[in-house]
């Protein structure tokens, strides 16, 4: 089993920046993907960046050159920083892992005022 715990959600203007982290605890061991997704109200939810285990990252086109995601392994912990945020980018983000199945964060609220 894995537990994902996200923090560091908030409000924030247009064009400021929030970090948001998510640490892991369980049996971890090995933990291949970890992601960042998110979910808009009344909107499917959708995959926001992602990284492997050995640092390889992708991103969705609308975040491309505005958010990095981040992997500390030996904390087994990602982060995703956020820069230049949007109105639009409001949602609720949601951390995710790949061991064997799919573990999920409970989310965190994210909130962009124009």
């Known amino acids: 089993q894995v537990r994902l715990v996200e923090s560091g959600g908030g409000l924030v203007q247009a064009g400021g920046s929030l970090r948001l982290s998510c640490a892991a605890s369980?049996?971890?061991?090995?933990?291949?993907?970890m992601a960042w997704y998110r979910q808009a109200p009344g909107k499917q939810r959708e995959l926001v960046a992602r990284?492997?285990?050995?640092?390889?990252?992708s991103y969705a086109d609308s975040v491309k050159g505005r958010f990095t995601i981040s992997r500390d392994n030996a904390k087994n912990t990602v982060a995703l920083q956020m820069n230049s945020l949007k109105p639009e980018d409001t949602a609720v983000y949601y951390c995710?892992?790949?061991?064997?199945?799919?573990?999920w964060g409970k989310g965190t609220l994210v909130t962009v005022s124009s």
């Open positions: 995710y892992a790949f061991l064997r199945g799919d573990y």
């Open positions: 990284i492997s285990s050995g640092g390889s990252t």
């Open positions: 369980g049996t971890i061991f090995s933990i291949n993907t």
